[in-house]
């Protein structure tokens, strides 16, 4: 049975810190072995991400980046999530092949069967997926997994395209391909997520976001202070 462990920040620059330190850790470690590390989009890691790439991170020459998910728009739109990573991308400066992106140039289908043939890949050569950040919407979703429907549709694959309530529409990973990756957090930050918070804690089987994780082997929540303040208001 899945197990969360809470970890709280008193502010939101404690919480951008923490992470933007164990992001730099994970994307240094490996003694040169193989490795692969999830980013998740959104607003909530951009700080972290933003701050470690001003530093120029160190990383392993063998680290590979992979996505939770991405919209369906250009990778220069200011939507895609590997588009707002791309600083922090840049600063590493890992070759291309060692990028794992949703590719969006591709019609809808095509584009999660070729982010599915990539992570079908990486699994099957062995390379061990370290760390996976995941966001929490108000609603409860997690990366671009909304509904009961997607969930069941997500059965035996690895990534699938879903259409989004914000009208558009995206590529996501499933509960099958977390339940590879060995550390999985949850970073959460900032009001309006109150609910979505303690359905988390509290691991309501209703909640997209804890279906989503069953199974993970190691499943954290980051929470600033702000947030938590809002579950007691």
Known sequence: MTTLHTRRFVSRT?????L?????????????????????????PLPAYNELASR???HNDRLRILFSDDRYVPSTSDDSNYHQSCELLNALGLPEDSLLRVRTELPLQDA???YERKLASLLKSGVPIKLGLLGLGPDGHTASLFESEHLERARGHLAIAVQR????????????FLQHVEK????VAG???????????NGDPNLIAWRAVQGAKDVELWVDQAALSSLMA
Do not use: C
């Open 14 to 18: 404690s919480l951008d810190a923490a």
């Open 20 to 44: 933007s330190e164990r992001l730099a850790e994970a994307f240094a470690a490996g003694d040169g072995a193989d490795t692969a590390i999830m980013l998740s989009g959104g607003k909530t």
């Open 56 to 58: 120029g991170p160190k």
């Open 112 to 114: 999660a069967l070729d």
């Open 165 to 176: 309530p914000d009208g558009l529409e995206g590529i996501s990973v499933t509960p099958e």
């Open 184 to 187: 999985l957090v949850f970073v």
């Open 191 to 201: 009001g309006g997520k109150h609910d979505a918070i303690l359905s988390l804690m």
